[in-house]
Nanobody
Framework: HVQLVESGGASVQAGGSLRLSCVAS?????MGWFRQAPGKGREGVAVITDGTTSYTDSVKGRFTISQDNAKSNLYLQMNSLKPEDTATYYCAARRRGSCLLDWTLYENWGQGTQVTVS
């Protein structure tokens, strides 16, 4: 089991930037950021494994996922934020299998951090 703790969520104005961080209790093969807006389902935002990244279309060119060399710290740099980015953002990890944006594949989750864009 991997413990994950997110931080960095805040309220910002449209066009602003935020950087989310996630600390993992151990290095993990695949990590990612997911989000859930009020009244909507959870969706994959970005995932990373061995330096290979994947993004959902709505954040391409605005968000950047990165990981430290130890693969135990995960980041999400969010630029040009839009009101539709408002959601609770979750860090997730999986130890094996394909590293995809499908949230149902992940067995380890953080508690979430709130991002509000107005």
């Amino acid at each position: 089991h991997v413990q994950l703790v997110e931080s960095g969520g805040a309220s910002v104005q449209a066009g602003g930037s935020l950087r989310l961080s996630c600390v993992a209790s151990r290095s993990t093969y695949c990590m990612g950021w997911f989000r859930q807006a009020p009244g909507k389902g959870r969706e994959g935002v970005a995932v990373i494994t061995d330096g290979t990244t994947s993004y959902t279309d709505s954040v391409k060119g605005r968000f950047t996922i990165s990981q430290d060399n130890a693969k135990s710290n995960l980041y999400l740099q969010m630029n040009s934020l839009k009101p539709e980015d408002t959601a609770t953002y979750y860090c997730a990890a999986r130890r094996r299998g394909s590293c995809l944006l499908d949230w149902t594949l992940y067995e380890n989750w953080g508690q979430g951090t709130q991002v509000t864009v107005s």
